[in-house]
């Protein structure tokens, strides 16, 4: 697993992930409306570009040639970050990806 910080030409990854990511993790308290709306949302790429070039900082996770995740996070302080997302695709769930990014 490779771990590199995002740029402006990873956003269509980056939706990619997120569009796989959460039916299967939201389904069962969101509607597809809700989905869809949060999607449009969050991973348009205007606010994700605006993000990546803000304080918020994004990282891709790579594995081989293909990129199975993303997470991002915010300093909040010298001794505080705030994770704000991390998903992977559904197929690398449970592999202990998601452990290692966190650690």
Not at 19 to 28: N, Q, S
Not at 82 to 97: E, N, R, S, V
Request: glycine share 4%.
């Amino acid at each position: 697993m490779k771990i590199r910080k995002a740029i402006l030409s990873d956003i269509p990854v980056i939706k990619e992930i997120a569009e796989k990511a959460w039916r299967p993790t939201y389904d069962h308290i969101l509607t597809e409306q809700q989905t869809q709306y949060m999607l449009d949302l969050m991973y348009n790429s205007l606010t994700l570009e605006n993000q990546i070039k803000g304080n918020i900082a994004f990282f891709m996770v790579d594995l081989g040639q293909e990129t199975v995740g993303y997470f991002a996070v915010e300093n909040v302080s010298d001794q505080k970050v705030k994770l704000h997302k991390l998903y992977l695709d559904p197929t690398q769930k449970q592999k202990g990806l998601g452990r290692k990014i966190i650690q």
